[in-house]
């Protein structure tokens, strides 16, 4: 099955992209550009370069796939502060 994923470098987009790559479903990631995708791009998912704000960076891409996950939010509020969003995006190196 063709997905895409909103907020694919995202905390909660990275776990859905990882494992939907891992059950061999063919993912298609909107990721905002500076290299972030890349680790998942070499994980086989497809980076399409957009912003969750102008649709017109992602439309034809929805329409050539299955199904679309949102998991991409405007910005980051409540208990994940900047200081705790970089350790948690770190974590996985280590």
């Known amino acids: ?11 909660v987009g990275t776990a859905v992209v ?7 479903h063919e993912v ?11 680790a998942l791009e070499l994980l086989g998912m497809t ?8 649709p017109s960076s992602y439309v034809e891409t929805v329409q050539t796939v299955d199904v679309v996950i949102n998991t991409a939010q405007y910005a980051i509020q409540g208990r994940f502060t900047q200081k705790k969003l970089k350790q948690i995006e770190h974590a996985d190196a280590l």
């Open 28 to 38: 298609v990631g909107l990721v905002r550009g500076g290299g972030k995708g890349k």
């Open 1 to 11: 099955m063709k997905i895409f994923v909103t907020g694919a470098t995202g905390f």
């Open 18 to 24: 990882k494992a939907l790559l891992q059950r061999n």
């Open 47 to 54: 980076p399409i370069i957009g912003d969750m704000l102008e």
